[in-house]
């Protein structure tokens, strides 16, 4: 299984809800990865978790909260978001440091959009 | 964190070779080159990775400048399916940073 599994993968939300994106992995992992993709833009890093432990936090905004409840789950909770905030949110794993593989597997991301 | 620049777009010839090049002048020595390319309505997909020596995968090949400054992903025969934005990227060894550039955009005509 070499899938990375993302839900929902539409996702409408107005600015006071509450919402989260979840990803999942089987594959063994133990790093996992939230970027942030804007239309016709290159994804940009969020957050990085290694071994379930946050490691990189590119000062996101607290808005969006990760967390890591296991080696194969990934979640970005979303709360107070705004407009420009609306993006394809994508989450890949690989191998974890030290390891060689150094192959990113993506999921097919999610669409948000806040209105 | 090392930076890599690459042309905005490509244009190629269905079933022709195409050379994708990405210069990276500020690359250290333990950071890993890596292309990716994603598809429309996809998330980025791997395409080839490597340190030092050119390397061939069933998809591509990776040829390396030999002071590391730059590279080139090389599509043998390129076809419809390989129209797609292609990202090169540095990975410094025993970190889990990947930092996209820009990307290349890459037509194919029939």
């Known amino acids: 299984d070499t899938e990375v599994t993302q839900t929902p993968k539409h996702l409408v939300m107005g600015m006071t809800n509450k919402k989260s994106l979840k990803c999942e992995q089987h594959?063994?992992?133990?790093?996992m990865y939230w970027y942030k993709q804007k239309a016709k833009k290159p994804p940009e890093l969020m957050f990085v978790y290694s071994y379930e432990k946050l490691s990189i936090n590119e000062s996101v905004p607290s808005r969006f909260s990760p967390e890591c409840p296991n080696s194969s789950l990934l979640n970005l909770h979303l709360h107070a978001l705004q407009p420009e905030d609306s993006a394809l949110y994508l989450c890949?794993?690989?191998?974890?440091?030290?390891?060689?593989?150094?192959?990113?597997?993506f999921g097919e991301g999610s669409r948000l959009t806040v209105l | 964190d090392a930076k890599t620049t690459q042309p905005n777009s490509m244009e190629s010839n269905e079933e022709e070779p195409v050379h994708l090049p990405c210069n990276h002048s500020?690359?250290?020595?333990?950071?890993?080159i890596h292309w990716y390319r994603q598809l429309p309505s996809q998330g980025p997909e791997y395409v080839i990775h490597g340190l030092t020596s050119n390397v061939n995968n069933r998809m591509a090949s990776l040829a390396i400048a030999e002071d590391r400054k730059s590279s080139t992903l090389i599509l043998h025969r390129a076809t419809l399916r390989d129209a797609a934005v292609y990202y090169c990227?540095?990975?410094?060894?025993?970190?889990?940073?990947?930092?996209f550039g820009s990307g290349t955009k890459l037509n194919v005509k029939p």
């Open positions: 990227i540095l990975r410094k060894y025993n970190f889990n940073k990947f930092y």
């Open positions: 890949a794993s690989s191998q974890p440091t030290g390891k060689d593989t150094g192959e990113l597997f």
């Open positions: 594959m063994g992992h133990r790093a």
């Open positions: 500020t690359i250290s020595g333990t950071d890993y």
